[in-house]
């Protein structure tokens, strides 16, 4: 059985509108959510059962950064949401497998526990530039 270890995969950073090249290191525990909404598409033809059929794709991404405001990425990040600007992401698992697109940052949270180091907490949600969000299905590594 062939598996993957999160710590092999990979996180890119860029302008918007172009693939995202910059790996960042600097981020921990990632997490793409990707969800489809739904229509009830119910007739007597389902004799009693609900029919559903898939509507729009939903995706987020969330990860933490340790706050290190010389590291590249983070600044990319930070840059992001205070300027309201989109940042081009994708979210590879190492092998080029994973989502691509333009990305503007909702949250970017701090957190200052004792005896850790700060940490931000960010999640992005895809937006429109000059591409949609578009999966990639690898053949190598990285972006």
């Known amino acids: 059985m062939a598996y993957k270890l999160g710590l092999d995969a990979q996180l890119f950073h860029g302008a918007a509108g172009q693939t995202a090249t910059s790996e960042m290191k600097n981020c921990k525990d990632v997490t793409l959510n990707l969800e489809t909404g739904e229509a009830d598409?119910?007739?007597?033809?389902?004799?009693?059962?609900?029919?559903t059929a898939a509507t729009l794709k939903d995706a987020s991404l969330e990860f933490e950064m340790v706050w290190?405001?010389?590291?590249?990425g983070f600044k990319a990040i930070k840059n992001a949401?205070?300027?309201?600007?989109?940042?081009?992401?994708?979210?590879?698992?190492g092998d080029g497998?994973?989502?691509?697109?333009?990305?503007?940052?909702?949250?970017?949270?701090?957190?200052e526990p004792l005896e850790e180091?700060?940490?931000?907490?960010?999640?992005?949600?895809?937006?429109?530039?000059?591409?949609?969000?578009t999966w990639k299905d690898g053949g190598g590594n990285g972006g």
């Open 41 to 51: 598409i119910t007739t007597r033809a389902a004799e009693g059962w609900r029919i």
């Open 117 to 133: 180091a700060l940490t931000v907490s960010v999640t992005c949600k895809p937006t429109l530039v000059t591409r949609p969000p």
């Open 68 to 72: 290190d405001t010389a590291d590249a």
């Open 81 to 93: 949401y205070f300027n309201n600007t989109a940042i081009a992401l994708f979210a590879s698992d």
């Open 97 to 111: 497998n994973g989502l691509d697109a333009d990305f503007v940052v909702t949250s970017f949270s701090r957190s």
